[in-house]
């Protein structure tokens, strides 16, 4: 049992340095530049392992988007549930299909409470994350296989039963829709903006000299004073209504 154990920590362990070495890689030299004996020789391990894991390094980038995206969905779904969910079931929180409605002032101010603490997590995630980041939005700008990798995301603002977001509020409340207007929200006004804070996280700070948590601060009260902007008495607006 014990030798069984020490295997699959020793395997895990390979696995993980060849994705460490090929965000690293990627991110200094290019998807395009780097090849598999690069990855191999920075992760000190035969090129025969790397192809057991994975069948190309396109498969290698294929998993780290597929993981950013997991991880990013397991974060949203413990707000969702936490918060909108327990919001809704309560009586707090009525979804309209242009806005969230409240039953009072301090429940909208407990939504925007749980809300920053929502964003600074997944901001935190990302600046871990930033390396691959980077590499997803360098990808994004060429004509290749990975061009629309960052389009994943709005695999989650989809109205379907395979979106677990969705499904999980719609359930709650049956008048959550994904209009075409929140979802260009959501990606061009909120998604985007967080992948580029990332990917220009190391190169902001050595410009203006700040700290990792002066800026991170700084990112998320302008979040904040963008999102108090879509408030109106008891409502957050999803969307203008004229």
Do not use: W
Request: hydrophobic share 40%.
């Amino acid at each position: 049992m014990e030798e069984n154990n020490l295997e699959q920590t020793t395997a895990k362990d390979a696995r993980e340095r060849i994705i460490d070495a090929a965000t690293q890689l990627f991110s200094q030299k290019g998807f395009d530049a780097t090849r598999v004996n690069d990855i191999a020789n920075t992760a000190n391990v035969n090129k025969a392992l790397i192809y057991y894991y994975f069948k190309s390094k396109e498969d290698i980038l294929d998993f780290m988007v597929h993981s950013l995206l997991e991880n990013t969905v397991s974060i949203a779904m413990d707000y969702i549930q936490t918060n909108i969910v327990g919001m809704i079931k309560n009586g707090y929180l009525d979804i309209k299909p242009d806005r969230l409605h409240f039953v009072n002032a301090e429940a909208v101010e407990n939504f925007l409470q749980h809300s920053y603490k929502f964003y600074e997590q997944v901001v935190d995630y990302v600046i871990e994350k930033k390396d691959i980041i980077r590499i997803l939005l360098l990808e994004s700008l060429k004509n290749g296989k990975h061009q629309n990798s960052l389009f994943s995301f709005m695999d989650f603002m989809k109205g379907n039963e395979r979106n677990p977001i969705f499904k999980t509020i719609y359930e709650a409340d049956h008048d959550f829709v994904y209009s075409n207007d929140m979802v260009l929200f959501e990606f061009f006004f909120s998604i985007i903006p967080i992948i580029c804070f990332a990917a220009y996280f190391d190169d902001y700070k050595a410009v203006t000299s700040l700290s990792d948590e002066e800026l991170k601060g700084s990112f998320l009260r302008v979040s904040q004073i963008i999102t108090s902007s879509m408030i109106s008495g008891s409502d957050i607006l999803l969307r203008n209504g004229n």
